[in-house]
């Protein structure tokens, strides 16, 4: 169906704001129309459509204080009422239904309005979308049908953020054929009753009912959404049949409605101030009043959006960048231009794997590094230097001082598996890694040897020639790896050991 969008009444925010129990209601707006005001919205209701719960079609009663209590709408409570209230579920066959197969019919017989005179609307007073406060303690009914409490449908939403702006949403129609003139019902954000109109909406005709629109600014994390009915006002005035109840955010409301009169916008967001080349980041919108937007990312991939909380934007070369947010609405716009706001980090010095035997080597000067093999991360292997376990395909990623990872592969390491060369026999060192003395062991008692030890290079840092010592203090030796050099009885032994 083509929606209408015709505007039928606006409460102003002005009159709103003399009046203290809906001080952070921003303004209601009423509509002529059945259609959605802002269809495929994140609805922050459950079941707001009445259409879940074991109330069969225009057969239950879901009020507990009821006696003929019979059913229940899953996500929503029913309070109030009394024994002889008749609220129950509404399907085509006993009013419009205009989102899916069920609404909700707030039954609950004849209540007075503004005396305890039959039929008196002599006070009834419309302001736009509203009526006007009634006497003190109307409307009001018996006692079997909820006395001055009426009969409620309410449901408590979490998660709201305090100081943002959102919008409920809802049809609200009227059971019959013989019921024409409107009729009365209430409507709590969680700032106290608000009351509203409804109209007649028959089965199987072409009547149209009341969209309304209440903009709030949630005072909490949690709001209560509370719809009351006290009963017909007169004889001949309908009762409140209501569907497709919504709650959701500012920035999901219809482009084509315009904003509270009277609320300026304000363009805010935030983002992470510092990331590395080459990566992406996501921008959080904390804009106010604002229903439009358009980002500029100078220097990022894309440089443009136009969505609330836009995601994935990537920058490649390093520097500092503005970012420029317009938040509108139909009335006006806000810019939030914050210039140098994002930095993006100079790139890590470049990685390398060089390799020596079973020995592999990246390029010093990282703040971290980390060995994988095929893939996977190898435990402990956090230097710059890997003794290759086992042959197969290595990588190591190496993180700057900014957080920043630079990566560099090598194929087909072919370990050895001795750990020295020369005759079969071999001297064996301990402990390997070193951090002061490097015992040796393996050789007789008192034989003379001569000890060399080379960096990494080839670089000859160590000699003893006739010792018959079998320590040497590395505490002086700087980190990293070295090759020992045994002779003795005109044998050479090699091997290597690493010094922490």
Known sequence: MKKIFTLFLILNFSFLISNSL??????????????????NVTNLLQNGGFENGNCGPGTGYFCPNSSFYSCDFPSWTCTGGGTSTYAHNSDANFSMVIEGTQAAYMGNYYCNACSNNANDTSCLSDTACTVNSLPPGFPNNTTAYGGTTGVSLEQTVTGLTPGNIYVLEFWAGGEGNIWPNRGLFGVDVGFGDTLLRCKQTSAFSTD?????????????????????????????????????????????????ISPCPGITPIALFSAPHHICPGTCTDFTNLSLYCNAFQWTFTGATPSTSTDPNPTNIC?????????????????????????????????????????????LFANQGAVSYQWYQNGNSIAGATDYYLVAPSSGDFN???????????????????????????????VIIHPNPVEEKLEISNLKLGTAINLSIYNIVGEKIYSAVDCKLRTVDCGLFPSGLYYLEVTAADKVFRTKFVKQ
């Open 208 to 256: 149209i009912g009341i969209r309304y629109i209440i903009e709030f600014m949630a005072a909490s994390t949690s709001h209560t959404i509370k719809f009351t009915n006290w009963g017909h006002i007169c004889a001949d005035c309908t009762e409140l049949i209501l569907d497709d109840v919504k709650l959701y955010t500012l920035a999901q409301l219809s482009s084509a």
């Open 22 to 39: 809906h001080a952070q209601v921003l303004c209601i707006l009423c509509f002529n129309q059945n259609d959605s005001i802002s269809p």
């Open 396 to 426: 190591v990623v190496a993180t700057d001082a900014n957080g920043c990872e630079v990566e560099a592969v090598i194929f087909n390491v072919i370990a050895s598996v001795q750990s020295a060369v020369g005759n079969q026999q071999s």
């Open 315 to 359: 920058y490649n070369t390093p520097g500092s960048y503005s970012v420029s947010l317009i938040g509108s609405n139909a009335t006006t716009s806000d810019t939030l231009t914050l210039n140098n706001y994002l930095t993006v980090y100079p790139y890590p010095p470049p990685q390398g794997i060089a390799q020596n035997g079973d020995t």
